[in-house]
């Protein structure tokens, strides 16, 4: 089977790299690639699916900076929206399957139990909107799709909470972490692990077969925490292993009205895993024991 992965670079799609790598041919492709592939420039992506002419599309890169989209409206929609709904004709076009990730930051954050995959959405900002768009092009595109919605994605590359956290309680005396938005933190080699069982229990005849089982589905760790509550476990789980003296920052729990940000988040995105388990039998780690096996793998290097 021959694999298009877009993204080299990102978080996910590094770690997708190596969990498909046993299904045949890996193809990763992004703006700095030949041929190049830049999700903003549709003609581009068309050109660059029909020249890889893949078996199945997974589509890891993304516009992930919530706070500049606010300003980069046009940017963030083109990435997340239009170029997705690109990747999903030309799917459509090859009979090709396609894996797209989308974000909890898709739900309004008013509710109090988990969102399950059906319930109403209403994201609170421009990113949130534009992956939505995302979806919505996906799921109208014909193509065999698996939508994955994630959450509080973080690894030991790229940009994400753990990084910054790691580096501020090692810069800093006070480290002052909202706690009144609830999610849960996700290690993006879990997202990647579970991505190739999906792949692996849709196979027939050779490829993935996203036509039966397709649909949305909500993948993240499990178990839920603030930001505040992450950030914490992380002091003291990076102390336990080594990585942060236990003179590290000591973190302070603040409400979001003293973190002001130009775009609004959900102040409460948990997702309910039922129907992946139901569906796939995947049971995700607990977001605790997943942060654990990651600290691990640094504090081995
Ligand atoms: N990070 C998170 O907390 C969460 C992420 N998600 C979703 O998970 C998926 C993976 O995210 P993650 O790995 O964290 O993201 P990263 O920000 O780590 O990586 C994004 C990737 O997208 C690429 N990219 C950006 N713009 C373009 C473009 N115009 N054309 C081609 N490639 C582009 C970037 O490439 P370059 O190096 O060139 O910029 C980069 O490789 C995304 O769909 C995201 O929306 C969902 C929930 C939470
Ligand atoms: C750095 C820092 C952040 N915060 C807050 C701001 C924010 O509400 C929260 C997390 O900060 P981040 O910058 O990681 O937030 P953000 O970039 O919004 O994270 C989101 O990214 C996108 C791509 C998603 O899809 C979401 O699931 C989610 O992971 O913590 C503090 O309270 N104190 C701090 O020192
Ligand atoms: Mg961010």
Redesign the pocket.
Known sequence: MKILV????????WELRRTLACFGEVVAL???TVPV????EPGGVAAAVRSVRPDLIV??????AVDRAEQETGSAWR??AE?PAVLAVEAARLGAGLIH????YVFPGDGSAPYREDHPVGPRNVYGRS?LAGEAAIVESGAAHLILR????YGLR???FLRTMLRLMAEREVVRVIDDQFGTPTW?RMIAEATAILVARSLRSGTADLAEAGGIYHLTCRGQTSWYGFACAIREQAVAAGLLSDTAARVEPIPTSEYPTPAKRPAYSVLDLSKLEARFGIVPPVWDQALELCLADLASR
């Open positions: 877009i993204g080299r670079g990102g978080q996910l799609a992004d703006r700095r592939l830049d999700l903003a589509n890891a890169a993304a516009y992930t990435v997340n170029g990730y989308s974000t909890d992956k994630t959450a509080w994605v790229g940009q994400n993006v």
